[in-house]
């Protein structure tokens, strides 16, 4: 066992629990923030992405032992004008994939204002590129949407960039 | 999932001592690739010594105009950093076009460069497969093998190596520094991998205790001019169906410097000598770009259905090359 120390949405918090537990299951089994999602537990969709310390990252592939003493915010603890985005632009359909997709988006946003390029900027030197909706869909590609959500889902987030 | 020891190391030394020290001990990095095969029980180390917080996580200057890039580097900031955006702008599109965003942030570069292949066979432990269980055979071989190498296979392993980042490295000449109780080396990204022979378990020149503390970029001239070029099965977050990292650098319509590599292809990131060899010297026209690719792939050994990697192979480096030759020509008109 490994006592370990995590700061979630603002509160400390100690768990007591084996190396191997994700920080998946570490808040959604022990800490009961069952708000982020399991889709695949493979890092292929998306669905468990929570911030640390603001960077966007897939829960289900941290193990929680490695992300002590770091700020987790989960959807639970966000509080973002793309909620309600998401609402007015059918930015889901289930809703599975949303906790993810919001807390991509916010990480998406802070990554963009620090000036990371993505696979479709056309010049990767360049600063700044505009967000356009190519970039949108190419910068929050870590989002499988099964319910296909997508024109939604970028409509929101433009509507937050512009 | 199984249980293992955590030791998280905050000096390189305890990190060498207690990988050297226990045999069942691995080094962890962002875990995007250890955690996934520990949960399938492909990996089974009984200790993960984690690097993350080593003082590995620098990108500096070197003296001559190259730059060195720390092992704890995380794939995001790789990219993001101003000197790689300007001097190796193929090394920055490579590493967008890997994973995801999110992967990316967790990711670190010596653990993108020492990721195991995706073939789904090495994942499913009711398959055979020698690079998983050694000398128990090949599930891929007679099965599904759309996704296999075309280039470097052996009769006991027909996997690719996934990684993006590697194959523009492997363009750049990139070296690798290493280090280990028993003192540090250098090893070139091209002298890293193993073809896969009788013994595709094993996969690159390094001991098991060998840490990866950093990468080397050299000075290079044509390397401003180089780009990354993935086709895959969907715009993103996909592995390569086939990729190329390539940089020309021209006197005139006269090409005085090539460098391409390919990925999605091979066992290992694949240095394109021949294609190379017969662009130097050559003027920059798609006649040339056509002859250096169809050399290049004249060895490809396809399986019964990827036949169509060897045709894709070939336009995508006819892109490549014909794309970078437009740049240049912009470039000098302007
Ligand atoms: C869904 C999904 C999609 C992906 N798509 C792509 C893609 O399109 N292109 C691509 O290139 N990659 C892709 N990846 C793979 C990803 O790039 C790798 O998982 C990642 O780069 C591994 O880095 P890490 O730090 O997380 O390594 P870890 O998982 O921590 O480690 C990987 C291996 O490296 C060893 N290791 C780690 N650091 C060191 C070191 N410093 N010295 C020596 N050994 C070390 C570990 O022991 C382990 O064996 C994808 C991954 C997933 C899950
Ligand atoms: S191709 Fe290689 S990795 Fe895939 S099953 Fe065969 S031996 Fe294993
Ligand atoms: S549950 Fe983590 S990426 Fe799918
Ligand atoms: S809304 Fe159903 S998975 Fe996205």
Same mark, same amino acid.
């Given at each position: 066992m490994a006592e370990v120390r995590l700061r979630v949405n603002g509160a400390d918090r100690r768990l007591d629990i084996p190396p191997q537990v994700s920080l998946l299951d570490a808040l959604r089994e022990h800490l009961g923030l069952p708000g982020t999602k399991k889709g695949c537990?493979? +890092? #292929? %969709? +998306? #669905?468990c992405t929570v911030l640390a310390d603001g960077e966007r990252i897939? #829960? %289900? &592939?941290? &193990?929680t032992v490695q992300y002590a003493d770091r700020e987790i915010t989960t959807i639970e603890g966000v509080d973002h004008p793309l909620q309600e985005a998401f609402v007015r632009h059918d930015g889901f359909q289930c809703g599975y994939c949303t906790s993810g997709q919001i807390c991509s988006a916010i990480g998406m946003l802070a990554e963009h204002k620090d000036g990371m390029p993505s696979a479709?900027? *056309?010049?990767?030197? #360049? @600063? +700044? *590129? @505009? &967000?356009?909706d190519e970039e949108i869909r190419e910068r929050m590609s870590g989002n499988i949407c099964r319910c296909g959500a997508y024109n939604g889902v970028v409509e929101a987030v433009a509507e937050v960039v512009r | 999932m199984r249980t293992f020891d955590y030791v998280t190391a905050t000096d390189v030394t305890t990190a060498l001592r207690t990988v050297a020290e226990r045999p069942g001990a691995k080094f962890l990095g962002g875990g995007t690739n250890l955690v996934d095969l520990i949960r399938e029980n492909v990996e089974r180390p009984d200790v993960v010594v984690d690097v993350t917080r080593l003082p590995l996580t620098g990108i500096d200057e070197l003296p001559g105009g190259g730059v060195r890039v720390g092992a704890g580097v995380r794939n995001s900031a790789l990219a993001a950093h101003p000197l790689v955006r300007t001097r190796y702008p193929v090394l920055s599109q490579a590493v967008l076009n890997g994973a995801s965003a999110q992967l990316r942030n967790m990711a670190t570069v010596g653990g993108n460069l020492l990721q195991r292949t995706r073939c789904p066979y090495f994942y499913d432990t009711a398959s055979p497969c020698a690079k998983r269980e050694p000398g128990s055979g090949c599930g891929a071989l007679g099965g599904i093998t759309r996704d296999a190498a075309i280039l470097g296979v052996s009769e006991h392993c027909v996997a690719t190596h996934p990684s993006d980042m590697a194959v523009a490295l492997a363009a750049l000449d990139a070296v690798v520094e290493v280090e280990s109780i028993r003192g540090t080396r250098r090893v070139p990204v091209l002298e890293l991998y193993r073809p896969p022979g009788d013994t595709p378990h094993v996969e690159t020149v390094l001991e098991r205790d060998e840490l990866i503390t950093a990468v080397e970029l050299p000075a290079a001239d044509?390397? /401003?001019?180089s780009r990354y070029r993935k086709v895959r099965d969907r715009a993103s977050y996909a592995f390569a169906l086939v990729s190329v990292a390539a940089a020309l650098r021209l006197d005139g319509d006269t090409i005085v410097d090539a460098r391409v590599a390919l990925g999605g292809?091979? /066992?290992? /990131?694949?240095?394109a000598a021949e294609a190379e060899r017969l662009l130097v010297g050559a003027p920059a026209t798609e006649e040339t770009f056509a002859r250096a690719a169809e050399a290049e792939l004249a060895a490809a050994t396809p399986q019964h259905d990827n036949a169509f990697k060897v045709e894709l192979a070939r336009r995508t480096i006819v892109a490549t090359l014909r794309e970078l030759q437009e740049h240049a020509a912009a470039g000098s008109a302007a």
């Open positions: 537990d493979q +890092g #292929a %969709c +998306g #669905a897939n #829960a %289900c &592939l941290a &193990l479709v900027s *056309e010049d990767p030197a #360049a @600063e +700044g *590129e @505009e &967000l356009t | 044509a390397a /401003p001019r292809v091979a /066992p290992l /990131p694949w240095r």
